[in-house]
């Protein structure tokens, strides 16, 4: 852990106390918990579970960080009372050949989540990118090896084995996951693999073979992106479990992936998340939110913010705020199957370690900082803006004061016109929608409630 340096603490408090004369918006209701508070977590502070996604110790992408993983899993511990685990429930993990399974590690990962009473997520049983070029699957795919009645005879063996070895200790599954064309830079034909080896009715045969190995286990239809199109996308995705329940299967949960990687002020608003996790509500479903990582440093940013800044903290702080609200809104108590971060330090992020926007960055910089704790394990101003969230309280944009850490600009000379540097990254994100498809005019009612709500706030 990181230690705050007394000249540190001195710089903290001099900048704070700046901060108030000069009539920003931070209070100490918002900046800060109180005693009787402190002790409290994420999980004891929801109405609904709050989730975390495990990675294994040797996983070759944190290397750097491995010495900290058992502080992380304290953490986890600690805050998230519901785990999932990134690579083990999958395909390939499990079954490396089509006539051969694998199932000592997930074994030892289930026994331990519920020795510590975790409710347990499966993610997942079926997603098109598992089948990489090196996989079984392909090969047979490619070399027309079997017909589609083996095809299904052997998806049915593997949905059944798999649920069934853990019923009744795993809670949920995603069945499956991407099943749609994401809208930018995507083949929507790499989605139907498994409609290609087993026919269009596969999915909803996947749906009935799991709700049969585990009758009590909830099964999630999971889905990425949310950003550009997500209004017509929400609609497909619950047209899709509609679909599957009129084909003889049944979706409980739609599960909206929470990977927020464009143009962030405009799709963590409030309105375009409660307007999706509504319909999905309204359509009778179940609701989670899954994969959680709020991006900042993201196309047309890339290259522009090399470092974090205090301007990025307060949007980020912002941006969980208003999800986790528009969740509790939008998604009645009984629909609520939970909300899960990907991840627990900034290092674990999706939208660092899976950048699609790499190419864009300029030479020598930029990263991502998309969690609630940073590569130190200090909670960021993000962690402040989900736990208000959880208490329904909603916060303007503050100018954070923020933990002392060497990565962080310093940006002070922002302090006094706070107000248009946000309007700046708006409209930053406002021309970078030109790259993608148009989605009815949707995007421009979020636009303008963000633009109403910075120019509203008081810095």
């Given at each position: 852990?990181?230690?705050?340096?007394?000249?540190?603490?001195?710089?903290?408090?001099?900048?704070?106390?700046?901060?108030?004369?000069?009539?920003?918006?931070?209070?100490?209701?918002?900046?800060?918990?109180?005693?009787?508070?402190?002790?409290?977590?994420?999980?004891?502070?929801?109405?609904?579970?709050?989730?975390?996604?495990?990675?294994?110790?040797?996983?070759?992408?944190?290397?750097?960080?491995?010495?900290?993983?058992?502080?992380?899993l304290d953490i986890i511990a600690m805050e998230f009372d519901y785990v999932g685990h990134d690579e083990l429930f999958r395909i390939r993990e499990t079954n490396p050949t089509p006539f051969s399974s694998n199932y000592s590690r997930l074994d030892a990962f289930v026994e331990d989540a519920t020795s510590k009473n975790y409710r347990i997520h499966g993610?997942?049983?079926?997603?098109?990118?598992?089948?990489?070029?090196?996989?079984?699957?392909?090969?047979?795919?490619?070399?027309?090896?079997?017909?589609?009645?083996?095809?299904?005879?052997?998806?049915?063996?593997?949905?059944?084995?798999?649920?069934?070895?853990?019923?009744?200790?795993?809670?949920?599954?995603?069945?499956?996951?991407?099943?749609?064309?994401?809208?930018?830079?995507?083949?929507?034909?790499?989605?139907?693999?498994?409609?290609?080896?087993?026919?269009?009715?596969?999915?909803?045969?996947?749906?009935?073979?799991?709700?049969?190995?585990?009758?009590?286990?909830?099964?999630?239809?999971?889905?990425?992106?949310?950003?550009?199109?997500?209004?017509?996308?929400?609609?497909?995705?619950?047209?899709?479990?509609?679909?599957?329940?009129?084909?003889?299967?049944?979706?409980?949960?739609?599960?909206?992936?929470?990977i927020y990687i464009f143009s962030t002020l405009i799709f963590t608003s409030y309105s375009y998340n409660y307007d999706r996790f509504k319909k999905a509500a309204d359509a009778g479903y179940m609701v989670t939110l899954s994969e959680l990582n709020v991006?900042?440093?993201?196309?047309?940013?890339?290259?522009?913010?090399?470092?974090?800044?205090?301007?990025?903290?307060?949007?980020?702080?912002?941006?969980?705020?208003?999800?986790i609200r528009a969740y509790i809104d939008a998604v009645p108590e009984k629909q609520r199957w939970g909300v899960?971060?990907?991840?627990?330090p900034d290092y674990q992020g999706f939208t660092r370690f899976g950048d699609i926007f790499k190419s864009f960055r300029a030479p020598g910089g930029g990263s991502e900082w998309p969690l609630l704790w940073n590569d130190r394990l200090q909670k960021k101003p993000a962690y402040y803006g989900f736990v208000n969230g959880l208490k329904r309280i909603e916060e303007p944009f503050i100018y954070n004061a923020v933990y002392e850490e060497g990565d962080l600009v310093d940006d002070q000379y922002l302090i006094g016109d706070f107000k248009e540097a946000l309007l700046d990254q708006l409209e930053d994100e406002w021309v970078a929608l030109a790259i993608v498809p148009a989605s009815g005019g949707a995007e421009e009612v979020y636009y303008d409630e963000v633009k109403r709500e910075i120019l509203a706030s008081q810095h």
């Open positions: 852990m990181h230690i705050l340096s007394l000249t540190g603490t001195k710089r903290f408090t001099i900048a704070f106390i700046f901060l108030l004369a000069l009539g920003c918006s931070d209070s100490a209701d918002l900046n800060t918990l109180n005693n009787d508070e402190a002790e409290l977590t994420l999980k004891n502070r929801s109405i609904f579970p709050v989730g975390n996604v495990i990675y294994a110790e040797d996983d070759s992408r944190f290397t750097a960080y491995q010495p900290s993983y058992n502080d992380v993610h997942n049983l079926l997603f098109y990118s598992d089948i990489g070029s090196d996989s079984w699957i392909a090969e047979y795919r490619e070399g027309k090896v079997w017909s589609r009645e083996q095809w299904l005879q052997w998806f049915e063996r593997y949905v059944k084995d798999k649920v069934g070895r853990y019923k009744g200790r795993v809670a949920s599954w995603d069945v499956l996951n991407e099943p749609l064309a994401r809208v930018i830079v995507d083949d929507p034909e790499a989605r139907n693999v498994f409609i290609d080896l087993a026919g269009e009715d596969i999915y909803a045969k996947v749906f009935r073979w799991a709700r049969e190995a585990d009758p009590e286990a909830k099964l999630v239809l999971n889905e990425f992106f949310l950003g550009p199109g997500g209004n017509k996308k929400t609609e497909d995705l619950i047209d899709l479990a509609n679909q599957i329940g009129r084909s003889g299967g049944q979706v409980d949960v739609i599960g909206f992936e929470g991006a900042l440093n993201i196309y047309p940013a890339a290259g522009k913010n090399q470092n974090q800044t205090r301007l990025l903290h307060s949007i980020q702080r912002k941006a969980f705020n208003n999800i899960v971060t990907w991840g627990v």
